[in-house]
């Protein structure tokens, strides 16, 4: 299939500035491709994008940093007075999920017995830490950029670590033990899937212009899946898990697919859940989940 050709801009009006945060990671960058690249046509908005580790996208959310921007789903409940979540663009794992990893000479043999123990986490505000802590209990949680957390891991400052993004994947091959999968042992708990990511908007942005960028973004993900091997050529220069082309489009069918298009009932319920298990821990304020999501 021939891809289209970036459209020359026919509006004469003034564009109107939006800012798009989204993380670096494979999948939050295939989403965006078409509209960075000029595949589609955005109208009379003049869109920026800015790439960043998904816990400074949660922390510049609660500052209002960004018009339009990648979180962690367990992060919204923290803005939103002033974002609504995105109907498009989110990261499920149905039945697969982050993974909770240690060292190959770990006494840990089960994901059980993590309870109390030091386990490095990407930020106490993204949907893995609260995942994790509604399945294993409490335990000491160590923050850092996701990206460290395999090396916090592998020289034992950490009893286990909890791997996102890309690198889940090959966590095995890389020379760790995997004690769990958080989107399984969340399935088997809860016998839904385990939302992760999203994109909120802000709300001040006005209805006209939040259902117009819906759209655009929606477009972007139509075209991305429409023109896979090449927007997943693209979407892997912006990673910094450096994947292959297998990986990368194994990552990709994971995490982007038909739930990118749609929030779907159990993905609603697993968010109020995970809402749920944040307030009751004091990570977060309790949110109304019918006021936060625009349809």
């Not at 994008?49 to 919204?76: C, F, K, M, P, W």
């Amino acid at each position: 299939m021939n891809e289209k050709k970036p459209m020359t801009n026919i509006h004469t009006t003034s564009r109107t500035p939006i800012s798009i945060a989204f993380s670096p990671d494979t999948d939050d960058a295939f989403m965006v491709h078409a509209m960075r690249a000029g595949h589609i046509d955005c109208g009379p908005y003049d869109f920026t994008y800015t790439a960043a580790d998904i816990q400074h996208l949660n922390e510049q959310a609660r500052l209002g940093r960004y018009d339009v921007t990648a979180i962690s789903i367990a992060a919204y409940p923290g803005i939103a007075d002033e974002y609504l979540l995105m109907p498009i663009g989110a990261s499920i794992g149905d039945d697969f999920g982050p993974a909770l990893i240690v060292r190959q000479d770990s006494p840990l043999q089960d994901a059980t017995e993590l309870r109390g123990k030091r386990i490095a986490v990407p930020g106490r505000q993204t949907s893995a830490f609260f995942a994790a802590r509604g399945l294993i209990g409490d335990f000491i949680d160590v923050p850092m950029g996701f990206l460290e957390i395999s090396g916090a891991v592998d020289r034992g400052e950490v009893d286990a670590g909890v791997l996102i993004h890309e690198l889940q994947l090959d966590c095995e091959q890389r020379g760790f033990r995997k004690l769990g999968d958080l989107g399984k042992l969340w399935h088997a708990a809860k016998g839904l899937p385990l939302p992760l990511g999203a994109n909120a908007i802000r709300r001040s942005l006005g209805p006209e212009a939040i259902h117009a960028i819906t759209q655009l973004m929606r477009e972007s993900i139509d075209f991305g899946l429409a023109h896979r091997a090449s927007t997943l050529g693209e979407a892997l220069k912006q990673s910094k898990a450096h994947l292959d082309l297998s990986l990368g489009d194994k990552y990709i069918s994971m995490y982007v697919n038909e739930r990118s298009l749609a929030m779907r009932p159990d993905v609603r319920e697993a968010m109020a859940e995970l809402f749920s298990i944040g307030a009751a821990a004091g990570l977060c304020p309790a949110v109304d989940l019918k006021a936060a999501l625009y349809d």
